[in-house]
């Protein structure tokens, strides 16, 4: 069973920046996809963004495109998420997910990665006007 820990949410100004880090352990981190998801207050969790076991894929929810950045460090069991000009409608818990499922790229006919069923606690991201 992985363990999943954010960190790095905070407050920021509108346009501002804030990187997110999932750290994992407990099994091999390098196998599994993994992605962020989000929850603002009164709504249900949002798809942010995913990237593959490898690295090679990554997905994208329409909102956070060319303003969000995923990554991971395959070496330190870490996946980043670079957040750039942010919005106040960015606002949210931000949680990490990870693939219970080796080698799996699960992704639904919107492009939403749809793989993620273990979660950390989350982080909260708050960007004022």
Do not use: H
Request: hydrophobic letters at 35%; a positive charge; proline letters at 2%.
């Amino acid at each position: 069973q992985v363990q999943l820990v954010e960190s790095g949410g905070g407050l920021v100004q509108a346009g501002g920046s804030l990187r997110l880090s999932c750290a994992a352990s407990g099994r091999a981190f390098s196998s599994y996809a993994m992605g962020w998801y989000r929850q603002a207050p009164g709504k249900e969790r949002e798809f942010v963004a995913a990237i593959g076991w490898r690295a090679i894929s990554t997905r994208y929810t329409d909102s956070v495109k060319g303003r969000f950045t995923i990554s991971r460090d395959n070496a330190k069991n870490t996946m980043y998420l670079q957040m750039n000009s942010l919005k106040p409608e960015d606002t949210a818990v931000y949680y990490c997910a990870a693939d219970s499922q080796a080698n799996r790229w699960l992704v639904d006919s919107l492009g939403r990665w749809r793989g993620g069923d273990t979660w950390g606690q989350g982080t909260q991201v708050t960007v004022s006007s």
